[in-house]
């Protein structure tokens, strides 16, 4: 869901979907790895400083590529492109960096039993932080004033430019938000599972299910839509072992989800959230 | 490895490569559809020339078999998302080669991780190996030359004015009774059914098939391809394959003086000439050229008149 968010917020702000998002992620996931257990300056300052790297690298790429590219008049597939081409660089320049070899957190997480669920302190920080960022977005979006500029900027860029909003400077912010969402996400995902360059890759897809589900540039949606798409993953996995199949299928899921939405509702959910 | 057989080798690979990036060039240069998952077609038709020619079918019954199921798959896969913008496309396919990869790897009737080992297509007793290449490279060139003038009577035929014209406005296109889903779901399995050919033709080559073949990097190579060579020109494409082949074999001939991993190297150089491309030079290194009609050899050879709105 938080890597989601910053998917969905550029991708409605900048009329491109950027694949290079994933690479944000698994930078993020590498920067926290580098603070957290290279240099051994705990958890809490390895989520700030990948949150401030991923953030500025995503403000780079788009001041640097995406807006010059826009400017030069590239269409929409060029840009899908230019984020892909991107997504190499990142993550190949991660994979000479930190080499191809899985890492792990050293980080170990008191675990408890809650009922028959085995819960460790990681989900419940994670469920911590998402409900936590998840309460500040929508403070930010509905109540300070860059909040307001974003949400109008997404809807029409035309009248908030005649309205007097910096755009320019809007989707900065919101590219420099969404690659610091992703670090977070990144983080999560590498202290559950391992860290590796395809970190980002594995998830990208489910997110982009998440992210046309949930309407594009649809914050609520895509907060919902997250819900939807994790709980039919988990409720999936346990019919497709019911069934007798592999349970790698897990990501054809989201796959199902997003082909199902397209043919039904290519808007996603967001017309339940007209307002937003 | 002896020099002439990597040469000869380069040779079939430009050939199978030239006819995924002609098919690509189909979709995104001529008909302005992102397909983003390339690869999956290649891959429904590497598997299918796998699995059939186990059954004992000949080779050439296996290849046309290979571009016919990756023209179904392709129309089944772009059914939902054609009327819809171009950026649907592009993820949904993408997710459906993902898909197909994850398929065939966790399967046991495609192998499984271990893949599955092909005969090749012509067999002559007792040749060398350079022999075995260059029928190859008579079988795969042949293939090449016919997909290069499907390719070009497609592009300069009334029909693929149609389709140019959708690229460029689909609403006037549509305002003329032109029908935007059909012609661009035709195009899209006009399109797999030669990435599938490439597929068959890549695996009996290579005499096995694995799922690690079938990346993701696989598609934007070629992408690289029609990119650099010049979208809608089918000339530029070919040189686009040839020059993005000669750059792979480089690196890895250059893997002792590197310095870094010629695969990190070899990534990093493409995503950064890609971005390079669409800066500098958006039409690639062969432009798109007009279509061949009597109006425009009128306009240009006739009475001098400059018009350039006819050339269009």
Known sequence: MLGAVGLTMTYGLSGFPNFAHAEFITLGAFIGYFVADQLGLGLSLAFIVAFLVSGIVGFLCYRGIFQPLAKRGATIIHLMVASIALGFILRHSIGAIWSWRPLYFTTSWPAFDLGPIRVTGLWLLLIFTAVTLAFVMHLILTRTKIGKAIRATSSNPELALASGINIDRVIWITWFVGGGLAAIAGIFRGADTQIWPMTGWDIILPMFAVVILGGIGNFYGAIVAAFIVGLAENIGVVVLVALGLSTTYRIGIAFVILIVTLIIKPQGLAMLFRRA | ??????????????????????????????????????????????????LLSQIGIPFSLCLIAGGLVAAIFGLLVSLPTLRLRVDYLAISVLAFGEILRLIVKSEDFAGGDWGISVAPAITIAGASPHVGVLVNIGLVYFCLLICFVIAQLLANSPYGRVVRAIRDDEVAAEALGKDRAKYRAQIFMIGSAMAGLAGGLYVQYLHYVLPGMFVPMVTFTVWIMVLLGGPANNWGVLLGAVLVELFKYGTNLAKPILPIDPINLQYILFGALIILVLFYRPQGLLKESPIKTKALELVRYGKGVVNNKASK
Do not use: Q, R
Not at chain 2, 3 to 20: E, T
């Open chain 2, 1 to 50: 490895m002896d020099p002439l057989l990597y040469g000869l080798d380069l040779v079939v690979f430009i050939g199978i490569f030239g006819i995924v990036a002609l098919s690509l060039n189909l979709e995104f240069g001529f008909a302005g559809l992102a397909n983003f998952g390339k690869v999956a077609f290649f891959l429904v038709g590497a598997y299918t020339y796998a």
